[in-house]
């Protein structure tokens, strides 16, 4: 543990362990990418993911979470986070989120992706971009020896470096520590910040930008776990987990460990495996 908010560091076994459930998490994501077009549901995507993880032998980290009733969250448009998949059926120019979470021998992965369905509006690719590349500039910011409150430092200066009308970073909603339980401290913020705890090997994160196309105000509906925008403005959500080591991070849920995007902000990855 390290500090007052009792941040658990893992070991290296640890993070290879959680490195599987990463894997797991980042074939149902691609399953659920590869399914969504026009026409299908929000509980057909669930259906999709569920299906991989539990043929992986995980269990989904969200079914039953709080009362949580599906295994994905799948928000549309002006749905932040948290959308409860159902009978809604997905149309042209949607902008789709999907956010999965799975365990694995008693450890969690978490990550998330953002889709337009064809014909998408350019402003709404636009966000979608913006928002992956505020993720992973914020885990480059990952480097041992550095601060936590360096993340939500990268992802703001990355999203107001973006053309075009100013986006909106949702703050109420952050990143955070998993390992043995999906949300763990510390936070991890998508803004600027207090500086935050040391980062050391063995910290890992979830790191989850949320940007909109207008104001960053939200609300929760009726359902008590959909998050919409108040002015009803598209919205994006990315997110991986990843694990620091000794020589640098290393992304749990990119098939790739993250090597291609962070080397292309001049960051090297640290696998393990």
Known sequence: MLGRDRIELKTPDQVRAMRRAGLVVADALAAVRAAARPGLS?????????????SAGAVPSFL?????????CVSVNEEVVHGIPGARVLVPGDVVSVDCGAVLDGWHGDAAFTTVLEPADPADT????????????????LAVGGRLGDVGAAVEAEVERA?????????????????TAMHQAPEVLNHRG????????????????????????????DDEWTVVTRDRSRAAHWEHSVAVGEHGPWVLT????????????GVAVAPLD
């Open 126 to 141: 636009a966000l979608v971009e913006v928002t992956e590349r505020s993720m992973w500039a914020g885990i480059a910011a």
């Open 194 to 221: 207090p500086r935050g705890p040391k980062v050391r090997a063995g910290l890992c994160v979830a790191v989850e930008p949320m940007v909109v196309r207008g104001d960053p105000e939200t609300d929760v509906l």
């Open 254 to 265: 990119s098939p790739d460990g993250g090597r291609a995007a962070l080397a292309a902000l």
């Open 64 to 72: 039953g979470y709080h009362g949580f009733p599906r295994s994905l």
């Open 163 to 179: 053309e075009g009308p100013p986006l909106g970073i949702v703050e109420g909603y952050v990143g955070h520590g998993i390992g």
């Open 42 to 54: 929000t509980d057909d995507l669930d259906a999709v993911a569920e299906e991989v993880i539990r």
